[in-house]
Nanobody
């Protein structure tokens, strides 16, 4: 199983970024997918979740109305669309598949 994230970078407050997580190697059905983030000195927190069928989606209160988590099962990819970014969104963002598999993380920095 492999998860490869991309799309992080430096963006000004109020800007947008789209993160991608490409998955491969799952032996059975396409799993639930999540995005987490971890800022320096802080615990890792769940940002967004989408279940395998895309029918259950949840967001952390801190990102509701600004972030979305679309998925493309045909491309085995889940995204995190981040709009109206704030400096407090600065963190390493990690993709998680099911309950076991993590990506390597991608840095997002929101700063002027």
């Amino acid at each position: 199983v492999q998860l490869v994230e991309s799309g992080g970078g430096l963006v000004q407050p109020g800007g947008s970024l789209r993160l991608s997580c490409a998955a491969s190697g799952f032996p059975f059905s396409w799993p639930d997918m999540s995005w987490y983030r971890q800022a320096p000195g802080k615990e890792r927190e769940l940002v967004a979740f989408i279940n395998a069928l895309g029918r259950t989606i949840t967001y952390a209160d801190s990102v509701k109305g600004r972030f979305t988590i679309p998925r493309d099962n045909a491309e085995s990819t889940v995204y995190l669309q981040m709009n109206s970014l704030k400096p407090e969104d600065t963190a390493v963002y990690l993709c998680k598949a099911g309950s076991l598999y993590w990506g390597q993380g991608t840095q997002v920095t929101v700063s002027s």
